[in-house]
Each structure stands twice: as C-alpha cells, then as structure tokens.
C-alpha cells in the first residue's frame, strides 16, 4: 500500500523544505498548495490577501490535487501533501481521502519557534522564493497563528514530530 504523507504545521515552520526532502528520500511525488495557488490565482489575488480568500481557493487546489493523487496511488506511487492541513478536521479529511484513495496516511508535524517562524516568513516576503510566492502580512501571519490548531488527544497517537 503505498504511502500519503500529509505535512503539516503553523506557518513558517519548515513544510514545504521538509516535505521536498521527504519527496526525494521517498521516491514520492510531492504537492504543495503555494505552487497551484500561484499558479491559478497568482494574478487574480486581491491587494488586500484574507484568510477566507485564501481558504476558499485551497480546497480548489485540493480537489485537482487529489484527483492526480489518486492516479499517482493506483499505480504505487507515494505522494506528499504540503497542502496547509491548518485545523484538526482538515487533516481528518485528509486522512480519510488517503483511505479511501488506498493509502496509507502518515502525519508529519512541523513545528518551530514562533519569533523564528514569523521572522522567516518575513525574510521570504522580501526573498519571494518561487514556492512561497505568495506575501504573508504580519497580520495574515497573526491571523493564520490563530487559525493554527495544534494536534492535540488522539490525533498526537502515530504523529511524527519534526
């Protein structure tokens, strides 16, 4: 049964340079939500990025996403999911998709501190490296940290912690 394995943290933790490496020492294919959302609403995005936009726009990603995901699964191939996975239910929802995709999900917390966590989302707002293209406000930081849920009781059961 081949592997889904679902990435996930608050922001600026690491991810995304994780999930890369995971994908390479995997054999895997990786997905990431910043590229598909660069890459399909890059130039449509508003001046004043929300939450809710951002958010919206996700589970589209996610969707076409999962449908190449599925091929990739049905033929063996392992897959690495960098798609945010922000609360409890959306790595439930996850979870249960690599399921039903027949996978086998394993979950990766990516946590760091939080003055290193916002300073390096900064530093890439200045950087715009291609896999982070979209800027990241202080205040969207602020509001994404309060989004954040922390995995907590059962969900911690088989979790590795990066």
Known sequence: MPNVHIIFGPPGAGKT???????????????????WMQCL????R?????LEWALARTRRCEAQIWQVARQLL?????????????????RARLRDAALAAGGMPVCYFVDADSALRRQ???ARNVDKPQQHAFELTPAMFEAMEAYF?????????????V
Do not use: C, K, N, W
């Open 17 to 35: 340079t994780f999930a890369a490496e995971l994908a390479e020492a995997a054999g895997a294919v990786q997905f990431g939500i910043d590229p």
């Open 46 to 50: 508003p001046s004043q990025l929300t």
């Open 149 to 161: 849920e922390r995995p907590a009781g059962a969900e911690l059961e088989g979790l590795v912690h």
């Open 74 to 90: 049905s033929l063996g191939v392992d897959v690495v999911l960098d798609l945010g996975a922000m609360t409890a239910p959306d």
């Open 41 to 44: 609403y890059g130039d449509d």
């Open 120 to 122: 390096r989302v900064m």
